[in-house]
């Protein structure tokens, strides 16, 4: 009975057993990777790289990255037009300077040993709307057909920007910050308001209602009356639009850090962050010259401040090509604090032309110099148990602060509009200890971090802007010298605090092409549209130019930048 049961086994393997082909196995597996990738293309995700710098700094196109000879700084200049060549010659221009945007020198290319290569842009993964199935939210990093050209030479036109207006709503720029109002109709048949004989046609500018392209009397108006009410609320005027703290944080922008500050320049130029006369004997720092660290004593508060001792940009003159830009000591040495601007290193590479023999700046438009009143500021502070620490930043007539110490954090705003701000106060677990701090103040909302955990402050944390008087003397763009120019970014301290490791950003500011800082540029958005805007705000071609975009174009929300290795990550 057993050799039975045996060959019965045997004769059931061999009838259940098939020979082996491993040409056909590995036929099978190719073809069933390709059809995997076409439908994960089709309806769920696709490969894209950045060619430009219109999102930049948070996605690169072509750039090379610099480490600045003076202050040790790394950061990306533009180098499309070395790659790609210039976008009206056609001509291959090398990137031939750059301006470090920590400390301002101006450099050349060649002098940086070794000299820095070409990297190419980001590469990112794209979700499809069929996967993710929801339409954009405010914020969110899209890819898009080109609405005037959705292909060229039979080349899909794909550009990548955030989306930030949608249908139904019309957005204001003004001084940096998005508006939104959903309360604006635009009725057929009134002569201001035109039609396409298209629908398709709705993308183009002449529809967006703007000011910049045509005129908008009513949405001005409205945004003139809202701006006399502070942006409040619930009154169908417009209201901020606010970043997620994602998002926030993506957009900061490096003012200075103070652990990176020239050499050659210790004991020759003012510090940037310094001690005032009658704080001066309380603080002391760690070095005669150049402090990093700053140690309080004293039982009073104290303040050590922040004055922004950058070299305004210049483009030096086209046939200065072969003596290397250095900035000038004498004027370093007498310059005095400006407004922080919305300087981007990215933009500041000066380009070389083989056929006119001459560098030419990329940033002529003077659009990266606009004052910036949103700021963020962060340091690493050991606090004494009954010590407190305070961190403040200025915007025109106000200045806010936040104030740590003995497990708990309070929000105050110094200055005209106090009554209506409530001090509200959240526990942290700042005592006795070192801890990493964090403040920002950005689009009229104040925001707190403790070792890089939010302190979630809602609502108490809003404020509606201050319509400067003339009593004020503010400068037209908004900022007033004893604040932003005096005092933009301050430290404070009671007890024996030690605060190191300060930096200080910048929000984005998106910029407007009215001429009068007052005034606003507004753009409606059709049904069924987006008004989609570049992070690189001065050099960004996006619907403020162009049109907005129609939903049939859309082509899905850009998620993760899958290369280069060192910058792969969710992109926020």
Not at 361 to 379: C, F, K, S, Y
Not at 397 to 402: E, I, T
Request: with cysteine.
């Amino acid at each position: 009975m057993a050799d039975s049961v045996d060959v019965t086994t045997q004769t059931r393997k061999k009838l259940l057993t098939h020979p082996r082909d491993p040409a056909r196995e590995i036929v099978e597996t190719i073809v069933f990777v390709v059809v995997l990738v076409l439908l994960l293309k089709l309806f769920v995700t696709e490969a894209f790289v950045i060619p430009t710098g219109s999102m930049a700094e948070t996605l690169y196109g072509y750039q090379k990255q610099i480490i600045c000879p003076k202050c040790g700084h790394t950061f990306p200049v533009n180098s499309h037009d070395e790659v790609e060549g210039n976008q009206q010659s056609g001509r291959k221009t090398p990137l031939y300077g750059y301006t470090c945007p920590n400390c301002r020198y101006q450099g050349q290319v060649k002098e940086l040993k070794p000299e820095p290569q070409n990297r190419t842009g980001d590469r990112v993964l794209v979700l499809k709307p069929l996967y993710h199935l929801r339409d954009p939210e405010p914020g969110d990093v899209v890819v898009f057909k080109y609405p005037e050209r959705p292909q060229e030479r039979h080349t899909a036109q794909n550009y990548i920007k955030r989306a930030m207006g949608f249908g139904g709503e019309t957005l204001a720029i003004h001084q940096g910050n998005l508006y939104v109002t959903k309360s604006l109709t635009y009725p057929e048949g009134d002569p201001l308001y035109s039609r396409p004989e298209k629908p398709e046609d709705l993308w183009m500018p002449r529809y967006m209602y703007s000011n910049v392209h045509d005129s908008n009397p009513k949405a001005l108006e409205l945004f003139e009356a809202s701006r006399a009410a502070g942006f409040a609320p619930g009154q169908g005027g417009f209201e901020i639009r606010r970043k997620g703290e994602d998002q926030l944080l993506a957009s900061l922008r490096l003012v200075w850090d103070n652990d990176q500050q020239p050499k050659d320049l210790a004991g020759k130029v003012p510090t940037r962050w310094y001690a005032p006369p009658e704080s001066n004997e309380f603080w002391r720092g760690d070095d005669q010259f150049q402090p990093k660290a700053f140690a309080h004593t004293g039982s009073d508060l104290n303040w050590i401040r922040y004055r922004h001792l950058a070299m305004p940009w210049k483009a030096l003159p086209p046939d200065q090509i072969d003596s290397t830009p250095q900035t000038d000591m004498q004027s370093l040495a007498k310059q005095e604090p400006m407004p922080i601007d919305n300087f981007l290193g990215y933009n500041t590479g000066r380009d070389f032309d083989p056929a006119t023999g001459r560098a030419t700046a990329r940033d002529n438009t003077g659009l990266d110099r606009h004052w910036v009143g949103d700021l963020a500021i962060e340091t690493e502070a050991e606090v004494p148990a009954g010590g407190e620490v305070v961190l403040e930043l200025s915007r025109g007539v106000n200045r806010f602060q936040a104030i740590f110490g003995e497990g708990k954090v309070t929000l105050a705003r110094i200055g005209r509009g106090t009554p209506e701000f409530g001090n509200p106060s959240r526990p942290c677990n700042v005592t006795a200890g070192r801890y990493k701090l964090r403040f920002a103040n950005i689009d009229s909302r104040l925001w707190v971090w403790v070792d890089d955990k939010l302190i979630d402050f809602g609502a108490e944390g809003d404020y509606l802007p201050t319509v400067p008087l003339p009593s004020d003397r503010a400068d037209p763009e908004g900022w007033t010298k004893a604040n932003d120019i005096d005092a933009p970014a301050s430290i404070g301290a009671r007890g024996a605090v030690t605060v190191r490791n300060i930096k200080l950003h910048r929000d984005i500011f998106y910029t407007r092409s009215t001429p009068d800082p007052t005034s606003a540029d507004v753009f409606y958005v059709q049904p069924g549209h987006y008004l989609c805007l570049g992070d690189n705000s001065a050099q960004s071609s996006d619907s403020r130019k162009w049109g907005t975009v129609p939903d049939r174009l859309m082509l899905g929300k850009a998620v993760f930048v899958f290369f280069p290795v060192g910058r792969m990550g969710f992109i926020k």
